[in-house]
């Protein structure tokens, strides 16, 4: 392991030409510059990556590309800041053109140096427009090890995309601040601090060849757990099978995000887990649940108990992602496995009993959900966690719902209760925004089956130009409205605490008659004042138009409830 601790650069950088390393790159082209001293002297430093320092970018680029070309395996090449890295131009694009992986590390001045006339420095976000197929800028560096984790984990998303799913050039852009020599400073960090780093590391593997699953690693132990994310796949049953022979086949637990599909396939999943944020909220379980691996599929889910947990353990991981993504926002020791999940079907091997471990992931799951659905079950003010609890038992067979970013999906997965009726939610968990909520929901429901909109009312404000489609729409869709006259999450948040400003800068209150809205478009609206409403209204859909059912409530209040939960 080649590490320098001189300066928090040199560590970067050393951590960084350390990742390539281990992700099997063997080559560095450099060209000389002070900006990417850093880079340049890491490269030089490391004794298993052959560095050649060539002085004009455009020859040093191309020289990059011929070795990229007759060996497949992508080649480093570093500049300084400013115009050096736009001689790199025409050797990106033809990488892309003929499909040559290439990283393109470009030092860059820090933010603050940046449009200032500082000298050396231009404008170098996305510099080489749409021919890279991946581009990132890295964060100023650190040596914090949860920053240090992010840089190794982004390092591998750049150079398995320099090669997956087509070859062609990455960029990395890199900005440093002084001192660019390695000058020593006072660190903190030490070479303990890295023992097992970059020990999961391996070159990527090209995903059209059937990579094999480390089912040997991962039947050895039975202190493991799979993760089924925040995933919309076309074919739910067929997911949530494939999701259920992979646990029955380890005896590993299900940890199912409330917006994964496997939540509403309960009966093929028997060892499935909804319960896990409230779970680990227990410091006693959290120490005692603490996995030897983790399998994800999917994107991670939303819980920050369930994020925090695994952070701080940092097991060893594996992600199915077949998007080429990458998917793991904690930076774990992580492992991609390009497949897809129609793989898992190919082994067949004798399901072992469940494992003490496995046991106690269970028994917890069966006293805390017992104890929310009672809870919730003798609830009878209108709050809004109860709201998605309640839907996951009356919806249709197959009703499709979309459900809106900030609370309720937050809600959905901390109260949605596993179910056999096949529902099928749906999302916009890209940019996690509101826009767009009510004409996604009407896109989903065109020509569909009648289908449900979850929202609340800023997200449903921000989108009201949605009904203007209500003449295109061939079908039918039921928006659930909770309206709490503002945005709820920020309940949650500690900005709550500043009286001065949350009101009306952040929850921002609208005190819009909905009812008069829907009537301003032709919308059929009511008012929902109790639980009871609920059956009839929601147990059988109509088959076209629109409706608007308006659940009042008290965000507060609310929030309060999911605190004491």
């Known amino acids: 392991m080649n590490l320098d601790f001189r300066n928090v650069n040199t560590l970067w950088s050393s951590v960084l030409v350390e990742t390539l390393f281990h992700l099997g790159v063997t080559t560095a082209v450099v060209c000389p510059g002070s900006r990417s001293g850093p880079l340049t002297t890491a490269f030089a430093k490391h004794p298993e990556i052959e560095t050649i320092p060539i002085l004009d970018e455009r020859s040093a680029a191309f020289f990059a590309l011929g070795r990229g070309k007759i060996t497949g395996i992508p080649v480093a090449l570093v500049c300084t800041s400013g115009t050096a890295g736009a001689n790199f131009y025409p050797a990106v694009i033809e990488a892309r053109e003929s499909g040559v992986p290439l990283l393109?590390?470009?030092?860059?001045?820090?933010?603050?140096?940046?449009?200032c006339h500082s000298g050396q420095t231009i404008d170098q976000q996305k510099l080489y427009g749409n021919y890279p197929s991946w581009y990132a800028e890295l964060s100023?560096?650190?040596?914090?090890?949860?920053?240090?984790?992010?840089?190794?984990?982004t390092v591998v998303q750049a150079v398995t995309r320099s090669r997956f799913p087509f070859s062609a050039a990455v960029h990395l852009n890199i900005p440093f601040r002084d001192p660019l020599a390695p000058i020593p400073e006072t660190m903190k960090r030490t070479l303990a601090d890295f023992d097992g780093f970059f020990s999961h590391l391996v070159p990527p593997?090209?995903?059209?060849?059937?990579?094999?699953?480390?089912?040997?690693?991962?039947?050895?132990?039975?202190?493991?757990?799979?993760?089924?994310?925040?995933?919309?796949?076309?074919?739910?049953?067929?997911?949530?099978?494939?999701?259920?022979?992979l646990s029955n086949l380890l005896g590993w637990?299900?940890?199912?995000?409330?917006?994964?599909?496997?939540?509403?396939?309960?009966?093929?999943?028997?060892?499935?887990?909804?319960?896990?944020?409230?779970?680990?909220?227990?410091r006693e379980s959290a120490n005692a649940l603490t996995p030897e691996m983790v399998i994800q599929i999917g994107a991670?889910?939303?819980?920050?108990?369930?994020?925090?947990?695994?952070?701080?353990?940092?097991?060893?991981?594996?992600?199915?992602?077949?998007?080429?993504?990458?998917?793991?926002?904690?930076?774990?020791?992580?492992?991609?496995?390009?497949?897809?999940?129609?793989?898992?079907?190919?082994?067949?091997?004798?399901?072992?009993?469940?494992?003490?471990?496995?046991?106690?992931?269970?028994?917890?799951?069966?006293?805390?959900?017992?104890?929310?659905?009672?809870?919730?079950?003798?609830?009878?003010?209108?709050?809004?966690?109860?709201?998605?609890?309640?839907l996951s038992q009356i919806l249709p067979q197959e009703t499709p719902i979309f459900i809106a970013n900030s609370l309720p999906v937050r809600d959905v997965e901390w109260f949605w209760q596993p179910n056999e009726r096949q529902i099928y939610p749906l999302f916009n968990r890209g940019a996690n925004g509101?826009?767009?909520?009510?004409?996604?929901?009407?896109?989903?429901?065109?020509?569909?089956?009648?289908?449900?909109?979850?929202?609340?009312?800023?997200?449903?404000?921000?989108?009201?130009?949605?009904?203007?489609q209500r003449q295109q729409?061939?079908?039918?869709?039921?928006?659930?409205?909770?309206?709490?006259?503002?945005?709820?999450?920020?309940?949650?948040?500690p900005i709550s605490e500043f009286q001065e400003v949350f009101e009306e800068f952040f929850t921002t209150p609208q005190n819009l008659d909905f009812s008069a809205l829907c009537a301003t478009y032709g919308i059929e609206y009511q008012l929902i004042s109790s639980w009871e409403q609920f059956p009839s209204l929601l147990s059988e859909l109509p088959k076209s138009g629109i409706r608007v059912l308006e659940i009042n409530s008290d965000r507060a209040q609310s929030a309060q409830w999911r605190k004491k939960t």
């Open 104 to 115: 393109i590390l470009t030092a860059d001045r820090p933010p603050e140096l940046r449009h």
């Open 140 to 153: 100023l560096p650190s040596e914090e090890m949860d920053q240090l984790r992010y840089l190794r984990q």
């Open 205 to 245: 593997i090209n995903p059209t060849i059937q990579q094999p699953l480390p089912w040997e690693t991962w039947k050895n132990s039975d202190r493991g757990i799979i993760i089924a994310g925040v995933d919309q796949p076309l074919d739910a049953e067929k997911y949530c099978r494939a999701i259920a022979h």
């Open 253 to 282: 637990v299900v940890l199912a995000e409330g917006l994964s599909p496997v939540r509403n396939y309960a009966h093929l999943v028997p060892n499935l887990v909804s319960t896990y944020d409230f779970i680990l909220r227990s």
């Open 300 to 390: 991670f889910p939303t819980s920050k108990t369930l994020r925090s947990w695994l952070s701080e353990i940092s097991p060893l991981s594996w992600i199915i992602e077949t998007a080429g993504e990458n998917v793991d926002p904690l930076h774990q020791k992580t492992i991609p496995l390009h497949l897809t999940l129609s793989d898992i079907f190919q082994i067949n091997a004798t399901f072992p009993p469940l494992s003490n471990y496995q046991q106690k992931w269970l028994s917890l799951e069966a006293n805390t959900r017992q104890s929310i659905d009672n809870k919730l079950t003798k609830t009878e003010e209108l709050i809004e966690p109860k709201i998605p609890w309640y």
């Open 434 to 468: 509101i826009d767009g909520t009510l004409s996604t929901a009407l896109g989903i429901a065109h020509q569909g089956k009648p289908a449900i909109c979850l929202t609340g009312d800023l997200a449903l404000l921000h989108d009201t130009n949605g009904f203007l």
């Open 473 to 493: 729409l061939q079908g039918h869709l039921t928006i659930i409205l909770v309206n709490n006259n503002g945005g709820g999450i920020f309940e949650m948040l």
